[in-house]
């Protein structure tokens, strides 16, 4: 049994004191109720739900799994899901940042990020629920017709349905340009939608009425390749005139997968049997229109990440300051019992140290990325719109790669605190380790993210967002160079982040020379340009609790693990230095 | 449904090319017959087994785990592993390492570690339960008297019974010391043992007609603490004077643990209720006898980590070469197809090299390791002997410490290449991520290894294992000074093991001071040892690949691997070698 309580005071330490969200938001087109005294209502109503109605089912859903019923091809999901499921929608959480005129609540994606760690951190695969229908929801509103979005986004909106993305296809999944699936001229302008998509999270489930397939598919005068790929909705239930359900449609989940984690969460092979559907957007452009949801679905993959190391680095830390064995060597700490806890142990600390540092890290930067978000969507002019954009197109694939790849370490780490227990079901870590492994490959695994951030964010974009983000370091370096309290952070900071933009230069000169090269350096560079990015958030954090009004342990908290970061952490990059460095002559053919 | 296929060339060159294994072992004393012909005869006979009996159930093992029935307390494996051990047993396979006068085929123990890794790659699950007689064989030929021998090790060694070692209770872990077990004067100079212990490896199974407990318990006058523990033997059933098993004895499996992976090994809750058992050894110095085969045992988990990461890099390789998805980045590779095979990327080429460099560089290390545990036992004179057991005390906490830890990260990115199909159940190879988490807990947690490595092999024995060690790096390096073909490796070799050298008295310096540093340091300490260590295999194996008569792509592939090794991952040392620097003032207290 695991335990979770929302980390309420960090997560308004990262927003208010560190990222100064609430001067941010309220500035936004728009923003003027989005005041600190709301978002905190909101957090800990969260908070509330999330331990309460969500935290409890986490073991015992993946325990039971959901259950497949192959001859009325449905799923039922685990006990305690359809409650939430029901609470979740009834307290307008479905809609927390949808637009108003869609029965939202309009708030910031800011918000949004911090109270899906909470509910993620509660039960990752229950979140995956509305996870999708979110994921549905944007592509609807950026490409949907007036009539699509309220017959179709509302009711997700309102949390009576459901909604999906189905792309890959079991020869299409990191290529969707490979994909087969068809769509032909039906009746009414319809489609008639033939194929098999699998991997669709929440593609069949019993907590909701409705579900909305958003499906990737080919026309019969298609391109080749992905320039020829239209997107179509296509509903579980047709709907009657009223729009209510109506009859069947012929999309049915023909299995669910059986996975390492997550398995709260249905994965599900959809047969499309000549099912109806209607096109979204233009045609042939479907993938672009997929790809202007890429952000905010990585984005939340990122999230999950932290949400995992989140919660394994509670438990661990309890189970570490409970578990008496051995003594410290120095000398017994707690000489009347019979053992001292582990927290005497420095190896001990130092694992719990690399879960914290890499929790609240993470945090710091997909809070900071959301907030560009928004900025990008409402800030007051086309500078500040088009500057935040550009940083999230270049934060993106370092917050998903990164902080997805930190929370297997993480995880790791919490599980090895409880030595042999860790590895027994009965923990609940090991869960954590298992629903973790998921997140870096699906939503683009770490070698597309790494792609993309070298690529297409460094060498297609020419680096807008990198350089916009190296001033921003510059700048705060600057203003901190003769802060006493930080000169053992900003010297090695400054330094690190020359040394980044020398490196991204030469990597960049090399891939000219040699397209393979990209491939040769991308993932050490992703890893470089995380840590690097890691430092500045720690940076940050510790300028900003030294100016605080938190109390001494919760600063001295922050100081500590900065300074564990710095001194242990960030000499990655020296490891990852030498990899880009050894260049693709060193990545020969292998058998 | 994962392939296997016992990787015998490679066995072969790391034996023969690069540790000249036959020479060695010939020149043992007793070692006349231990030719390369009877090795080879043995390890091929190992893979038929191995490929036939134990790979095909591996997967099936995993999803129907052991069966536990409570009515007759009673433990069911899985499909398959009756027969194979049957199998096993037949072939003489359960006494290849032990004395010929205990029925053993008096085979070396590097012999055994490479049929070893046959089997446990082909079913780790399955492997524990020889690997655990195994353990207890070693117990009683050293502590054991002529008759307890005769009564209860020979039978094992014949693969008619089996072995187990009964040590951790719950509140006793890493911390033997604090174990409660009693030992109460029974009748005729036996003992009754009562007490619980947890995690039992084949503490209860349906493969042998009995099963033989080494159990650690207190005696009525025992010391407080590590002194105060001895070891006694427990049957199953109480044999007849005959010696056939007889009465059931109280001894018995209270439940079986849900695990995270290995769910064909039965791991047991043993309930011992006033259970016969017979003191071996002394009184009190059962804890001593315990760690005469720590070494073994240790070095056994370590060939488990090698074992899994040799199964996982067959399969991610032939995924990586079926598999088709994506273009290189240069254009093209097979324009005919739909897609290239995943070969042509870098980024793939990197993880399935990182796997290479793990696996074969691993296996290196056991088997040198492994060839020194000969030497120790059966050298000529007793300064070969001697220093031979130097190196093995060096050699094991890394061996085990970093091979076990290098497997997570090589089943890792097994996985990873797969992409999202690696996480579905069927794809077999999220089955040895999951198997792989135990190997860094238990025979002493990687904390421990590090602990022993740094406190005990360094420190306590002023390093005399590691200067044998690096006298005979630096002897490498002078003798191939010459060597164009070795120039870009043994700089870098030369340069690292004098880095090492510096850095362990450095380090040794700081723990003077203050014994906490010790803590703090052991974990980097034992990476950094880690990979100098593999790089001197890697250099050694590249020198033996020229020297040899293999193929121009074996010994390309050789090379290949080790300058990948040497440009990304020896640089791994930077960041080992700052956080070792960083000391214990970056590990504060934490709450």
Redesign the interface.
Known sequence: MTIYKAPLDDLRFALYDVLHAEATLTQLQGGEGHTRDLLDAVLEEAGRLSEALLAPFNASGDEEGCKYDKATQTVTTPKGFKEAFKAFAEGGWTGLTQAEHFGGQGLPNTVGTATTEIFQAGNLSWSLYPLLSEGACHAMELHGTKEQQDTYLKPIVEGRWTGTMCL?EP?????LG?LKTRAEPGDNGSYKITGTKI?ISAGEHDLAENIIHLVLARLPDAPAGSRGISMFIVPKFKLNADGSPGTRNTVVASNI?????LRGSATCVMNFDAAEGYLIGQPHKGLAAMFTMMNAARLGVGVQGLALSERALQNS?NYARER???R???GPQFPDK??DNL?V??????M??TQ?AIVEGSRTLLLYTSLQTDVEARGVDEVTRKNAGELVAFLIPIAKGLVTELA?EST?EA??VY????????SGV?QF??DA??I???EG???IQ??DLLGRKILQLQGAGFKLFLQEIQAFCQKHAQDAAMASLIAPLARNAKEWADLTLAVAARVQG???E???A??DYLYYSGYATLAYMWARSVAAANASSQSE?FKQ?KR?TA??YF??ML??C??HK??IE?G?G??????
Do not use: C, W
Request: avoid cysteine; charged fraction near 20%; hydrophobic fraction near 45%.
């Open positions: 890959t020869q299409a999944g990191s290529d490979l991997f997968e059986h996975k390492m984690g830390s008496l064995q051995g410290a060597l120095s019979p053992a927290l142990q420095p190896d001990v600390r130092r719990l140290l914290r297997q790791k599980l090895q030595g042999g227990h860790g590895y027994i079901v009965e090991e380790v298992r492994r998921i870096t490959l699906y695994t770490t070698g790494a792609a040699n397209p393979e990209l491939g040769a991308a993932s342990a908290s500590d300074a564990f001194a242990r000499p990655r020296l490891m030498a990899a050894a693709v060193t990545l020969p053919a292998v058998a």
